[in-house]
């Protein structure tokens, strides 16, 4: 919690106490349900949370933007980003039941209003959002074949609708070829932890 603040002193008081509960919420999940590993459910303020944050470093949504959340796993970095920007609608869908159980579960405790989840695969999702997250869910260019028809095409966010990817080192390699808009961002520059050191961002647009 220490690293949110640090990073992120606006929070007000709805958002600490939901950060806040996240910690234990997990704990107790992850011990039914195990949606992040063993070892690495003591870091998930920094692995999980605050990676999924970075990418308010590049954006702040503005209020009525809609964001779907691909393959989201235990929820990231839909829930943090959904906590952070209460005033932006997330669709979180993942293929595995179980992990949108716990989703589910978590925003209910948590009771955040501005978050559906869905047991679904995206090509079965025929709605356009302004905006893509994802977690390194699969390489960039089959990931953009399955999600382009998901954008939508009027923007008024600060930056042009599109895809925003939570990458490793291999990004700048996967997305070489491609002709749509292309950016990548060293995360490490915004949270110089060494975990970030090789985590990236990649923004891509007019796909």
């Known amino acids: ?11 007000d008081a709805q958002q600490l106490q939901r950060f806040e509960q996240l910690g234990p919420l997990y704990a107790d999940w992850n011990e039914k349900i195990n949606v992040i590993s063993r ?6 303020y920094l692995h ?23 393959g989201t796993g235990g929820g990231f970095p839909g829930i943090p980003l959904a906590i952070l920007f209460p005033e932006t609608d997330f ?14 579960e978590i925003v209910k405790s948590l009771g955040i209003e501005n978050i559906v989840a869905e047991q679904k695969r ?4 025929n709605v356009t959002f302004d905006f893509i997250v994802s ?9 953009i074949k399955m999600v382009k028809k998901n954008i939508s095409d009027e923007s008024f966010n600060s930056l042009t609708n599109g895809i925003l990817y939570l ?3 291999d990004a700048a390699q996967e997305i070489k070829k491609l002709k749509a808009g292309k950016f990548i961002f060293d995360i490490y520059q915004y949270f110089p932890e060494e975990y970030f050191q090789t985590k990236k961002i990649v923004y891509l647009y007019n796909l």
Do not use: C, W
């Open 122 to 125: 995206v090509e079965e999702v």
């Open 91 to 104: 669709y979180l869908i993942d293929s595995t039941g179980k992990k949108i159980t716990v989703v589910n």
């Open 167 to 169: 990458k490793g080192d």
């Open 48 to 70: 999980h949370i605050l990676h999924s944050l970075s990418i308010a470093r590049l954006i702040r949504f503005n209020p009525g933007t809609t964001v779907m959340d691909v």
């Open 135 to 143: 977690r390194a869910v699969t390489n960039l260019p089959d990931f």
């Open 39 to 44: 070892q690495d459910i003591e870091n998930l």
């Open 1 to 11: 919690m220490q690293l949110l603040k640090k990073y992120f002193p606006d929070l």
